[in-house]
């Protein structure tokens, strides 16, 4: 068999100089000039990592699972008058919003906890509005309602009455999930869970910038381990967490010059430990989809094979951590560190290994591994 060389074109040197262009000496002066010219484009700013306004940018790339930040940061790791900071997280009605708003409440931040349920009566509003504190305010937020946001924006500039301090933190974390391959998947499906979890986001945020950026404050985005990495069964969920990804990356090269810090925070399977999803809501989930299911589709892949793909994702919402401390202590770093990272993987090993391998092996290789 005849190996095809590819040609290369960029590595030639000019006949006319009389040198040998695969000559070491050729082939390095050419690459140096190929690899230089680029980067004398980039301004000297770009490879700072101390920023006059913004202060030092962590070095760390990325956070093992084994070292999640502490939830005790000293004094001196710790941004200054926590008293005075305020922070509104969505989706408080149960899981990590819940549970966030309690840890913030208690490490002296003033929150305001959106509540999806709260007009209904129902939800996690009773418990947080029966600690009694000051410092712990509810407030009716559906996230795909553009007038309950904007009455949430309202809430809190009146609240903060001091309109020069603005809003500390805004945490996004409000979010549904399904399951379901894409043959199986209604359309409606898609845009529902891109509406709370993708449209939800991008909504919010920009509502509550203006007083983001008076407080030169955080945005957390929490996304998932499933907007770094796609997954079977998963695209509904998937598509709305890897655009909630790329929007927090527009967004920090935006907010830099103005002093805000942009954080993404993307959880592993903490299911066990959420409201995400329950027995009830996957029979729920999976007996809808059959129901809608096209004739064609339905006759195809057979009942047998649809049973086993329920089956695969009860296995997996029984299998993940139930300590979410992990999720809460990166969230409060995010939000309580001078110098926050730009991305947080609370998650066990295994996940932690899977995402990295999926995401920097060829995708040959890590197909072979964790998918067919
Ligand atoms: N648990 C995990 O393993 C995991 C992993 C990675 C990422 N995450 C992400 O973490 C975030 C929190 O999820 P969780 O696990 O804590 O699940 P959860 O317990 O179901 O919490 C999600 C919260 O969002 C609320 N919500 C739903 N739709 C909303 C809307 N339109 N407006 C405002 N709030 C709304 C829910 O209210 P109701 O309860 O009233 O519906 C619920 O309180 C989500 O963004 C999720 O994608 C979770």
Same mark, same amino acid.
């Given at each position: 068999?005849?190996?095809?060389?590819?040609?290369?074109?960029?590595?030639?040197?000019?006949?006319? +100089? !009389?040198?040998?262009?695969?000559?070491?000496?050729?082939?390095?002066?050419?690459? *140096?000039?190929?690899?230089?010219? #680029?980067?004398?484009?980039?301004?000297?700013?770009?490879?700072? $990592?101390?920023?006059?306004?913004?202060?030092?940018?962590?070095?760390?790339?990325?956070?093992?699972?084994?070292?999640?930040?502490?939830?005790?940061?000293?004094?001196?790791?710790?941004?200054?008058?926590?008293?005075?900071?305020?922070?509104?997280?969505?989706?408080?009605?149960?899981?990590?919003?819940?549970?966030?708003?309690?840890?913030?409440?208690?490490?002296?931040?003033?929150?305001? &906890?959106?509540? @999806?349920?709260?007009?209904?009566?129902?939800?996690?509003?009773?418990?947080?509005? *029966?600690?009694?504190?000051?410092?712990?305010?509810?407030?009716?937020?559906?996230?795909?309602?553009?007038?309950?946001?904007?009455? &949430?924006?309202?809430?809190?500039?009146?609240? @903060? !009455?001091?309109?020069?301090?603005?809003?500390?933190?805004?945490?996004?974390? *409000?979010?549904?999930s399904t399951f379901g391959e894409v043959e199986f998947t209604s359309?409606?499906t898609?845009?529902?869970?891109?509406?709370?979890? @993708?449209?939800? +986001?991008?909504?919010?945020?920009?509502?509550?910038? #203006?007083?983001?950026?008076?407080?030169? !404050?955080?945005? /957390?985005?929490?996304?998932?381990?499933m907007?770094?990495?796609g997954s079977p069964a998963r695209s509904p969920y998937c598509?709305?967490? $890897?655009?909630?990804?790329?929007?927090?990356?527009?967004?920090?090269?935006?907010?830099?010059?103005?002093?805000?810090?942009?954080?993404? /925070?993307?959880?592993?399977n903490?299911i066990? &430990?959420?409201? @995400?999803y329950s027995p009830e809501r996957i029979k729920a989930i999976a007996d809808k989809m059959w129901e809608e299911l096209p004739e064609v589709v339905r006759n195809d892949y057979g009942r047998e094979y649809f049973d086993e793909q329920v089956n695969k994702m009860e296995t997996y919402c029984n299998s993940g951590?139930?300590?979410?401390?992990?999720?809460?202590?990166?969230?409060?770093? *995010?939000?309580?560190? #001078? +110098?926050?990272? +730009?991305?947080?993987?609370?998650?066990? %090993? %295994?996940?932690?290994?899977?995402?990295?391998?999926?995401?920097?092996? #060829?995708?040959?290789?890590?197909d072979?591994?964790y998918v067919y």
């Amino acid at each position: 068999m005849r190996l095809r060389y590819p040609r290369y074109r960029y590595l030639r040197f000019p006949r006319a +100089t !009389g040198a040998c262009c695969w000559c070491p000496l050729s082939v390095g002066r050419m690459l *140096a000039t190929r690899v230089s010219r #680029p980067l004398s484009r980039f301004s000297v700013r770009t490879l700072k $990592f101390v920023d006059m306004r913004n202060g030092p940018r962590p070095m760390r790339g990325f956070s093992f699972p084994f070292s999640t930040p502490s939830s005790s940061p000293s004094s001196m790791n710790q941004v200054e008058e926590i008293g005075k900071r305020s922070v509104l997280i969505t989706g408080c009605d149960s899981g990590f919003g819940f549970s966030l708003a309690k840890h913030l409440h208690s490490r002296g931040f003033i929150v305001f &906890a959106g509540c @999806l349920q709260k007009d209904k009566g129902e939800g996690g509003y009773k418990d947080l509005d *029966a600690m009694n504190s000051s410092r712990m305010r509810t407030l009716q937020l559906n996230v795909c309602d553009g007038k309950e946001v904007e009455r &949430a924006v309202e809430y809190v500039n009146t609240s @903060l !009455g001091d309109s020069d301090r603005g809003l500390w933190g805004l945490v996004n974390n *409000a979010g549904v999930s399904t399951f379901g391959e894409v043959e199986f998947t209604s359309m409606d499906t898609y845009m529902e869970v891109a509406e709370v979890n @993708l449209w939800g +986001t991008v909504r919010t945020t920009k509502a509550f910038l #203006p007083l983001i950026r008076r407080a030169k !404050g955080r945005v /957390v985005n929490i996304s998932s381990m499933m907007g770094r990495m796609g997954s079977p069964a998963r695209s509904p969920y998937c598509i709305t967490k $890897f655009g909630v990804e790329a929007f927090s990356d527009c967004l920090r090269y935006e907010m830099h010059s103005q002093g805000v810090k942009v954080c993404i /925070v993307e959880p592993g399977n903490f299911i066990a &430990a959420t409201s @995400l999803y329950s027995p009830e809501r996957i029979k729920a989930i999976a007996d809808k989809m059959w129901e809608e299911l096209p004739e064609v589709v339905r006759n195809d892949y057979g009942r047998e094979y649809f049973d086993e793909q329920v089956n695969k994702m009860e296995t997996y919402c029984n299998s993940g951590s139930v300590d979410t401390s992990p999720v809460i202590e990166s969230i409060f770093h *995010a939000l309580s560190s #001078p +110098t926050p990272y +730009t991305r947080y993987h609370p998650m066990d %090993y %295994y996940w932690w290994v899977r995402m990295q391998i999926m995401t920097h092996m #060829p995708a040959a290789i890590a197909d072979r591994l964790y998918v067919y």
